[in-house]
């Protein structure tokens, strides 16, 4: 039974106050949607208006559409539905003080679309086709972009075989939507995970470093039976017991003066904000030690930077990407999270074989400075320098 937008909207915890169905130019006059913005969470709020391009096989998506948020038509022999031929991406578009809304990278999530598609033998949208989707979904629904302060909106493209296929093949044909919605936060409260030692996420040869659906159903199980105990999330280990990723975040573990993270090697998603957290370390005052950052990126895993704080003193922070055994988790300072969903998230314990061990959170750790710097310039607090932001007209 389809629900009606007020239900939606209180199941994911944000009240309707007197919601009327837009006009058409309802979006070009500044005004906000009526909901409790206070009590947002994360959930889908259906917003106005969607965006559509489809394809066939072999050939190149055409001009999409903007049409009502609604449902589609999918044949029950299609790719996506008999044998989960789908890729989708997430980004934000978060308001400024001022009243700009800007984008985060959607360039970035463009191109891993295309990386996912050419795994998964499904036709792509270019990057330009994939962005201009997102503008024009984020422009014609910009009063469910949330006041500052109070969320971001959560945009979604997916890209689905919605060809009909009986046997096991590449779809015939291709379709590509854009949706979005006003979020909150992703976690409520702190972050207490627990190491998941009996299922795995993904395996050496399959489809762990794209952003394929199939990656995420089969982490229903362990999260649930991890949440029934009283935890937040699970992170999962390859077979040999190295850290890999949270259900639907990268991680980051901090010893002294090292950042760590498991290196993106086939079975992990190169998360674009575990990439910015790398890279953002220059906007924080950090100098490179030894060789041009793109030479240092290209010969070694390792990357040195000579960080100055505010109190002029200076050690050298080291940021590797490398495998990291579940043991070094009871030696981390600190751990926390990323992605588009959490942002940088401190982790506040993490729990294997029955032993608890916590970690630092709050003023002054490395996670929150680097929380504050990403937000900022998300959210145009802070000066871009990294050309991240893009600006909707």
Known sequence: MLKTR????????????????????????GEYAKIN??????????????????CSKD?????GTLTPFGKIEVNPSSGILNYGQGLFEGLKAHR?????????RPEENAMRMKVGAKRMCMQAPTVE???????QTVHSNKRWVPPPGKGAMYIRPLLMGSGPVLGVAP??????????????????GVLNLIVEEKFRRAIPGGTGGVKAVTNYAIIYKPIAEAKAKGFTDVLFLNAEKYIEEVSTTNIFLVKGNEILTPPTSGTILPG???????????????????????????????????LEEITSTRYLLIVKERAIPVGELFDAEEVFCTGTAVGVNSVNSITY????????????????KLYEMLTGIQTGRIEDKMGWTVELD
């Open 272 to 306: 674009i904000t575990r990439k910015s957290i790398i890279e953002i370390t220059h906007v924080l005052g950090y100098q490179i030690t030894s060789t041009r950052w793109y030479e240092l990126e290209q010969t070694t895993s390792t990357r040195c930077y000579e």
């Open 59 to 63: 050939q190149h998506f055409s001009q």
């Open 6 to 29: 007020d239900q939606y909207c209180r199941t994911a915890g944000a009240e309707v106050e007197g919601y009327n169905e837009p006009s058409v130019n309802s979006h070009v006059n």
């Open 96 to 104: 400024t003080a001022n009243g700009r809304i800007l984008l985060f």
């Open 37 to 54: 913005w206070d009590v947002l969470g994360f959930g889908l709020i259906p917003t106005d208006y969607m965006y559509i391009m489809n």
């Open 353 to 368: 074989q029955d032993t608890r061990i916590a970690y630092k959170r709050g003023a002054g750790t490395v996670g929150q």
């Open 129 to 135: 086709q994939f962005v201009n989707a997102v503008k």
């Open 171 to 188: 779809a015939s044909e291709y379709t590509f939507i854009t949706y979005a919605s006003p979020v909150g936060n992703y976690h409520k």
